[in-house]
């Protein structure tokens, strides 16, 4: 690209898109071509098309008489490579060079922005390209064709006499070419088809092809703009202390100390919180740290992990919501021997890389905010009910996100800054400190579940699952919390890829005391891929029967998944001899509209110290826009997830959560770190997604290889090293 790249700001559940809904055209401020797309949200809003230069439709392509292209991209990009692979769809079927497209980040507004596969605007649930796919093709296609018609029309040829090439139309016939830029003014005034001819799989030029990513260079040099980056003139900087039990109150503080640190100017005081604003950021940590603050804990001071652990175990003999039933489960299991188990997984944190941060404005005439947020409608909505301003006097500027994983995803951050900032006079940026973003957060859920199953022949006959957890769902998104059943917390559970003649799933709601819960780089998959596939080991062994061969067995109505088993058994060497205690585990799963296998390899020492050797991986995505996209994607999931198996739990004492940094809340390190590779399966299906498949699939591949290489079934994560050196299961 000519410049330097930067979002420019401006001043599983798939929907039916009928076709006419998709091509709207126009004429764009300043000329050229405006192209739009309507996206019907989950609302069933449909919007018509003007020819008003300031008509803004759900998401639209601007193509400019020099030939620039720029797309209004409502999705974020928060490292998963999707502002390069939308601009990549879109290229292939408009038929320009990469380098003309520039992507702007869309301004809040769910009606016109609207994430087609989840009904509002939000960035989650690895639906980026899975949404956007078809209506980007049919939009690039369908303004390649306005274009060539209108060049055929100078021409006095027929249409089907002409092609594109690199941003022009070419009459192969005479040699005669036009730019598209030379054709918009014209191509603008014609009606849109209503049936665009897409490319097919084998004329694709770009997609599937390895495309450099668009954003590296300038986060490479520093260009590029995250929300911690964001300085408005007159700036002043912030950090804050928010109580250290859930639901506790400031009693009192005594401030003196910290306003005789040089650089600090103000302290906010509200009821659950104290913020220190400064000259910069780190006079506002000392003065911070100097506060002495009284709290008031309030009814959780004295929750506990075991007590929580406690209410969920008695949730789970409860009979729950039925979220799935086929066959006669009770049955079967009454007249077999079962097998039983009991699962658990812990509170984790997300601890993304860029601090939560968050830069406020607010006036008696509006707010402005600067921020890197998943879902700015919803950071636009919370700062316009805090400050009683109307919607539209909220101004949201969406930057480059350094890490989401869910945490971003919530707006609690951005409500405490606007709290804040109504104290503040000027902008005021609010950063969290490590501490208390591990400490005062929102956590992915705990859960606790029992299975019960029986075996005949070598293979799974009936199988009982019950979880027991809070439900994410029913706070974010009430409308989705259904006849107590909250879709995330059993996904995957629901949809076993096993052949099961009797499955029976139930779901048990059980909040728990003193924490709250949100998502975290996929919170059902990742509970449920590796509670289900190591009980699925467990079984195996019951059976007497190899792991990979088990599964092979009863994946007969999953053909794709199959495949992803045996490519993935092959590239590992399963079967091959390993050292004294190492050993291979396996997975498998179906999520997100991908599938994955993945072989995990590891050596256990004699004090129970884990080392993963090596990790394989084969997916079946779909059609893949960028194969590089993919393998990072899915080598960073599975490291995210290992880090969680391996080293992370959120725990609590007297209400307090007990981690506060990377000290006692672990990353995995370099030199930790094994071997990954990833397979590509090659695939004419429609894209799934691939942001968080990665991370479910390291946990249960992990346990099945630990218990090949030492006998110890684990049953709960955080790994229990010393469970694994005493060689049994605490």
Same mark, same amino acid.
């Given at each position: 690209?000519?410049?330097?790249?930067?979002?420019?700001?401006?001043?599983?559940?798939?929907?039916?898109?009928?076709?006419?809904? @998709?091509?709207?055209?126009?004429?764009?401020?300043?000329?050229?071509?405006?192209? !739009?797309?309507? #996206?019907? /949200?989950?609302?069933?809003?449909? +919007?018509?098309?003007?020819?008003?230069?300031?008509?803004?439709?759900?998401?639209?392509?601007?193509?400019?008489?020099?030939?620039?292209?720029?797309?209004?991209?409502?999705?974020?990009?928060?490292? =998963?490579?999707?502002?390069?692979?939308?601009?990549?769809?879109?290229?292939?079927?408009?038929?320009?060079?990469?380098?003309?497209?520039?992507?702007?980040?869309?301004?809040?507004?769910?009606?016109?922005?609207?994430?087609?596969?989840?009904?509002?605007?939000?960035?989650?649930?690895?639906?980026?390209? $899975?949404?956007?796919?078809?209506?980007?093709?049919?939009?690039?296609?369908?303004?390649?064709?306005?274009?060539?018609?209108?060049?055929?029309?100078?021409?006095?040829?027929?249409?089907?006499?002409?092609?594109?090439? %690199?941003?022009?139309?070419?009459?192969?016939?005479?040699?005669?070419?036009?730019?598209?830029?030379?054709?918009?003014?014209?191509?603008?005034?014609?009606?849109?088809?209503?049936?665009?001819?897409?490319?097919?799989?084998?004329?694709?030029?770009?997609?599937?092809?390895?495309?450099?990513?668009?954003?590296?260079?300038?986060?490479?040099?520093?260009?590029?703009?995250?929300? *911690?980056?964001?300085?408005?003139?007159?700036?002043?900087?912030?950090?804050?202390?928010?109580?250290?039990?859930?639901?506790?109150?400031?009693?009192?503080?005594?401030?003196?100390?910290?306003?005789? #640190?040089?650089?600090?100017? =103000? *302290?906010?005081?509200?009821?659950?919180?104290?913020?220190?604003?400064?000259?910069?950021?780190?006079?506002?940590?000392?003065?911070?740290?100097?506060?002495?603050?009284?709290?008031?804990? !309030?009814?959780?001071?004295?929750?506990?992990?075991?007590?929580?652990?406690?209410?969920?175990?008695?949730?789970?003999?409860?009979?729950?919501?039925?979220?799935?039933?086929?066959?006669?489960?009770?049955?079967?299991?009454?007249?077999?021997?079962?097998?039983?188990?009991?699962?658990?997984?812990?509170?984790?944190?997300?601890?993304?890389?860029?601090?939560?941060?968050?830069?406020?404005?607010?006036?008696?005439?509006?707010?402005?905010?600067?921020?890197?947020? =998943?879902?700015?409608?919803?950071?636009?909505?919370?700062?316009?009910?805090?400050?009683?301003?109307?919607?539209?006097?909220?101004?949201?500027?969406?930057?480059?996100?350094?890490?989401?994983?869910?945490?971003?995803?919530?707006?609690?951050?951005?409500?405490?800054?606007?709290?804040?900032?109504?104290?503040?006079?000027?902008?005021?940026?609010?950063?969290?400190?490590?501490?208390?973003?591990?400490?005062?957060?929102?956590?992915?859920?705990?859960?606790?579940?029992?299975?019960?199953?029986?075996? %005949?022949?070598?293979? #799974?006959?009936?199988?009982?699952?019950?979880?027991?957890?809070?439900?994410?769902?029913?706070?974010?998104? &009430?409308?989705?919390?259904?006849?107590?059943?909250?879709?995330?917390?059993?996904?995957?559970?629901?949809?076993? =890829?096993?052949?099961?003649?009797?499955?029976?799933?139930?779901?048990?709601?059980?909040?728990?005391?003193?924490?709250?819960?949100?998502?975290?780089?996929?919170?059902?998959?990742?509970?449920? *891929? @590796?509670?289900?596939?190591?009980?699925?080991?467990?079984?195996?062994?019951?059976?007497?029967?190899?792991?990979?061969?088990?599964?092979?067995?009863?994946?007969?109505?999953?053909?794709? +998944?199959?495949?992803?088993?045996?490519?993935?058994?092959?590239?590992?060497?399963?079967?091959?001899?390993?050292?004294?205690?190492?050993?291979?585990?396996?997975?498998?799963?179906?999520?997100?509209?991908?599938?994955?296998?993945?072989?995990?390899?590891?050596?256990?020492?004699?004090?129970?110290?884990?080392?993963?050797?090596?990790?394989?991986?084969?997916?079946?995505?779909?059609?893949?826009?960028? &194969?590089?996209?993919?393998?990072?994607?899915?080598?960073?999931?599975?490291?995210?997830?290992?880090?969680?198996?391996?080293? /992370?739990?959120?725990? +609590?004492?007297?209400? $307090?959560?007990?981690?506060?940094?990377?000290?006692?809340?672990?990353?995995?390190?370099?030199?930790?770190?094994?071997?990954?590779?990833?397979?590509? #399966?090659?695939?004419?299906?429609?894209?799934?997604?691939?942001?968080?498949?990665?991370? %479910?699939?390291?946990?249960?591949?992990?346990?099945?290889?630990?218990?090949?290489?030492? !006998?110890?079934?684990?049953?709960?994560?955080?790994?229990?090293?010393?469970?694994?050196?005493?060689?049994?299961?605490?």
């Amino acid at each position: 690209m000519s410049e330097p790249w930067t979002p420019r700001l401006p001043a599983t559940r798939k929907m039916p898109v009928s076709r006419r809904d @998709f091509l709207k055209v126009g004429v764009a401020a300043g000329g050229g071509l405006f192209l !739009g797309f309507a #996206i019907p /949200s989950a609302r069933g809003a449909k +919007l018509g098309v003007a020819h008003d230069p300031a008509f803004s439709p759900n998401a639209f392509i601007r193509i400019a008489r020099t030939g620039a292209v720029t797309l209004i991209m409502p999705q974020v990009e928060m490292g =998963q490579g999707v502002y390069t692979s939308i601009a990549v769809i879109l290229a292939e079927e408009l038929d320009v060079r990469l380098a003309t497209v520039t992507l702007e980040a869309a301004p809040p507004n769910d009606a016109l922005y609207g994430n087609p596969a989840l009904g509002f605007q939000v960035t989650g649930g690895s639906t980026s390209i $899975r949404a956007f796919w078809m209506p980007l093709r049919r939009a690039g296609a369908g303004a390649r064709a306005m274009l060539i018609a209108a060049a055929a029309n100078d021409w006095k040829v027929d249409p089907a006499a002409c092609g594109t090439a %690199a941003g022009e139309v070419v009459h192969a016939a005479s040699g005669r070419r036009l730019s598209y830029g030379s054709l918009v003014d014209r191509a603008a005034r014609l009606k849109p088809p209503a049936n665009p001819t897409l490319k097919t799989p084998k004329e694709f030029r770009m997609i599937g092809t390895v495309v450099p990513r668009l954003d590296t260079p300038d986060k490479v040099t520093g260009k590029a703009l995250f929300g *911690i980056d964001a300085l408005p003139p007159g700036v002043k900087f912030a950090t804050l202390m928010a109580s250290p039990v859930l639901g506790g109150k400031v009693i009192r503080v005594d401030d003196a100390a910290a306003r005789a #640190i040089p650089g600090v100017r =103000q *302290i906010v005081v509200l009821d659950d919180l104290v913020a220190v604003v400064a000259d910069h950021t780190w006079a506002a940590k000392q003065g911070l740290d100097a506060l002495n603050i009284v709290w008031e804990d !309030g009814p959780n001071a004295h929750v506990t992990t075991e007590e929580i652990l406690e209410q969920l175990k008695a949730a789970s003999e409860r009979s729950g919501a039925v979220a799935k039933s086929v066959g006669d489960v009770a049955k079967e299991l009454g007249g077999a021997e079962r097998v039983e188990a009991r699962y658990h997984v812990p509170f984790l944190a997300h601890a993304p890389m860029e601090p939560m941060n968050c830069t406020v404005h607010v006036r008696a005439d509006g707010c402005e905010i600067w921020v890197g947020n =998943q879902v700015i409608t919803r950071a636009q909505a919370t700062a316009a009910e805090i400050t009683g301003l109307p919607k539209d006097k909220v101004i949201v500027h969406n930057h480059l996100l350094g890490g989401g994983f869910g945490r971003r995803l919530e707006v609690d951050g951005i409500a405490k800054s606007v709290r804040i900032a109504q104290k503040v006079d000027g902008p005021v940026k609010v950063i969290w400190t490590r501490e208390e973003d591990i400490q005062k957060a929102l956590y992915r859920p705990f859960y606790f579940d029992r299975f019960e199953a029986s075996l %005949a022949g070598g293979k #799974i006959t009936a199988w009982k699952h019950r979880i027991a957890g809070s439900s994410v769902l029913a706070r974010w998104a &009430p409308p989705a919390f259904v006849n107590g059943i909250d879709s995330d917390a059993v996904e995957v559970a629901v949809d076993l =890829q096993y052949d099961v003649p009797n499955l029976h799933v139930e779901y048990v709601r059980q909040e728990p005391s003193g924490i709250q819960t949100c998502f975290w780089r996929g919170v059902g998959p990742t509970h449920n *891929i @590796f509670v289900t596939e190591s009980f699925v080991d467990e079984l195996a062994h019951k059976a007497g029967k190899d792991p990979v061969r088990f599964r092979r067995d009863q994946l007969g109505k999953a053909p794709r +998944l199959l495949a992803c088993l045996d490519l993935v058994a092959s590239k590992a060497g399963w079967g091959q001899v390993l050292p004294k205690r190492a050993g291979r585990g396996v997975a498998v799963q179906y999520a997100f509209g991908s599938y994955l296998a993945t072989v995990a390899e590891v050596e256990v020492d004699e004090h129970g110290e884990v080392y993963v050797r090596r990790c394989v991986c084969a997916v079946d995505c779909g059609i893949v826009v960028n &194969p590089d996209t993919v393998v990072a994607q899915l080598e960073g999931g599975i490291i995210f997830g290992l880090t969680a198996a391996l080293h /992370s739990e959120i725990t +609590l004492a007297k209400g $307090r959560v007990q981690q506060s940094n990377f000290n006692n809340y672990r990353m995995m390190r370099i030199n930790e770190a094994p071997k990954i590779e990833v397979h590509l #399966i090659p695939s004419v299906e429609a894209p799934g997604g691939i942001g968080e498949p990665g991370t %479910a699939a390291a946990a249960p591949a992990l346990a099945n290889a630990l218990f090949a290489a030492t !006998g110890v079934r684990l049953r709960k994560l955080p790994v229990d090293r010393h469970a694994l050196a005493a060689g049994t299961a605490a």
